[in-house]
């Protein structure tokens, strides 16, 4: 079983950047397709960031040049970079297995762009 739990999210100022961090467990963690994945109450939840296991990566063009999604296999992590943060943006960030059966989830982290 994979468990994946995400974080790193908070205030930013628009035109900001933040780091998300995703921390897995379980041995099949890093043969996974991961993403990120974010949401609110009025929308879809939308993933908007992949990269597989092999570290080929795929943007939706929302976010495509501002940011950057990686891995750390050694450390079974993956990471968001955001940057050009706009209001928005403001979001639940979810980090989340692509493509899998069972697909997994983490409980989301809150991002929140204001002055």
């Known amino acids: 079983q994979v468990r994946v739990v995400d974080s790193g999210g908070g205030l930013a100022h628009p035109g900001g950047s933040l780091i998300l961090s995703c921390a897995g467990s379980?041995?099949?963690?890093?043969?996974?397709?991961m993403g990120w994945s974010r949401q609110t109450p009025v929308k879809e939840r939308e993933l908007i960031a992949r990269i597989s296991s092999d570290g080929r990566t795929a943007y939706a063009d929302s976010v495509k040049g501002r940011f950057t999604i990686s891995r750390d296999k050694g450390k079974s992590m993956v990471y968001l970079q955001m940057d050009n943060l706009a209001r928005e943006e403001t979001d639940v960030y979810y980090c989340n297995t692509v493509g899998t059966v069972p697909d997994y989830w983490g409980p989301g982290t809150q991002v929140t762009v204001s002055t």
């Open positions: 379980g041995s099949l963690f890093n043969n996974y397709p």
